[in-house]
């Protein structure tokens, strides 16, 4: 018997102060990158949505830019780009990472810089990158997305859950350097999110009832949590409505850590 979670869809946030604006989000061909892309168009932003290959959806306001966020110099080259195509950014969202399941034994060098130049030096390069332009802007907000994974002890995971852990690192080591200058920087930090990928991995098939099962016990919310949910709190930091939180970690996971 499968345990019963809520399925009801999350109700997308739309914020007006974003309406004009524009944001670069990473990560932005599925899942969670994807749900704050879409968010921010029907918010009326302009969105440059990043990633490794084009985006199979459109809108007028959405600028589709691929780009290897694990390489330093495709990094400097994607931003050559976005300087052609905006004076000024208002927002930042770190999306874009990979979460393969490694043994210590097999975490070799390669392994190991293989995840950490994509899910924690790429989001400091794109900080970097964008500063000049964030100065710029309105908003002036920097959203990163890290995982309670780091917390969990989940072999397999120690590289995955290192870049996890290093994002609050980044996130609270940056808001008070930039924030004499008002750009504000905040994390949101997911739990088990019903991503595609997510559904199609682990919620199908002979082992689903028995991660459904697993769900309902840690959760103190029986729901399953969608990529909108997610996308609405990084929505809720981009806006100006949270002008005064910088260097927070919003933990977005139906009550499993209870923080």
Same mark, same amino acid.
């Given at each position: 018997?499968?345990?019963?979670?809520?399925?009801?869809?999350?109700?997308?946030?739309?914020?007006?102060?974003?309406?004009?604006?524009?944001?670069?989000?990473?990560?932005?061909?599925?899942?969670?990158?994807? $749900?704050?892309?879409?968010?921010?168009?029907?918010?009326?932003? =302009?969105?440059?949505?990043?990633?490794?290959?084009?985006?199979? /959806?459109?809108?007028?306001?959405?600028?589709?830019?691929?780009?290897?966020?694990?390489?330093?110099?495709?990094?400097? $080259?994607?931003?050559?780009?976005?300087?052609?195509?905006?004076?000024?950014?208002? &927002? #930042?969202?770190?999306?874009?990472?990979?979460?393969?399941?490694? =043994?210590? $034994?097999?975490?070799?060098?390669?392994?190991?810089?293989?995840?950490?130049?994509?899910?924690?030096? &790429?989001?400091?390069? #794109?900080?970097?990158?964008?500063?000049?332009?964030?100065?710029?802007?309105?908003?002036?907000?920097?959203?990163?997305?890290?995982?309670?994974?780091?917390?969990?002890?989940?072999?397999?995971?120690?590289?995955?859950?290192?870049?996890?852990?290093?994002?609050?690192?980044?996130?609270?080591?940056?808001?008070? %350097?930039?924030?004499? %200058?008002?750009?504000?920087?905040? =994390?949101?930090?997911?739990?088990?999110?019903?991503?595609?990928?997510? #559904?199609?991995? /682990?919620?199908? &098939?002979?082992?689903?009832?028995?991660?459904?099962?697993?769900?309902?016990?840690?959760?103190?919310?029986?729901?399953?949590?969608?990529?909108?949910? #997610?996308?609405?709190?990084?929505?809720? /930091?981009?806006?100006?409505?949270?002008?005064?939180?910088? &260097?927070?970690?919003?933990?977005?996971?139906?009550?499993?850590?209870?923080?």
């Amino acid at each position: 018997m499968i345990a019963k979670l809520q399925a009801s869809p999350a109700t997308p946030l739309s914020l007006p102060d974003l309406a004009g604006q524009t944001f670069l989000v990473t990560g932005a061909s599925a899942g969670i990158g994807r $749900a704050t892309a879409e968010a921010l168009l029907a918010s009326g932003a =302009t969105v440059l949505g990043i990633a490794r290959s084009p985006l199979a /959806y459109r809108h007028p306001n959405l600028h589709s830019l691929r780009c290897d966020l694990s390489s330093a110099p495709a990094i400097t $080259a994607l931003f050559k780009k976005v300087r052609k195509l905006t004076p000024r950014l208002d &927002g #930042v969202v770190n999306v874009a990472g990979i979460d393969p399941k490694i =043994t210590l $034994a097999d975490g070799d060098e390669r392994k190991w810089r293989e995840v950490v130049d994509l899910n924690l030096r &790429g989001y400091y390069l #794109v900080i970097r990158a964008s500063a000049p332009l964030l100065r710029r802007g309105q908003g002036r907000s920097i959203v990163n997305v890290s995982s309670i994974n780091y917390r969990l002890g989940v072999p397999k995971r120690s590289i995955y859950s290192a870049t996890k852990a290093g994002i609050l690192g980044l996130t609270t080591g940056l808001a008070r %350097e930039l924030g004499r %200058e008002g750009i504000r920087v905040n =994390t949101v930090t997911p739990g088990w999110i019903f991503t595609e990928r997510q #559904v199609k991995e /682990y919620f199908v &098939g002979a082992k689903a009832a028995k991660h459904y099962a697993y769900l309902a016990g840690v959760q103190a919310l029986p729901l399953k949590i969608s990529a909108v949910d #997610v996308a609405n709190h990084i929505l809720f /930091y981009l806006s100006a409505v949270s002008r005064a939180s910088t &260097g927070h970690n919003c933990i977005v996971d139906g009550g499993w850590l209870l923080e």
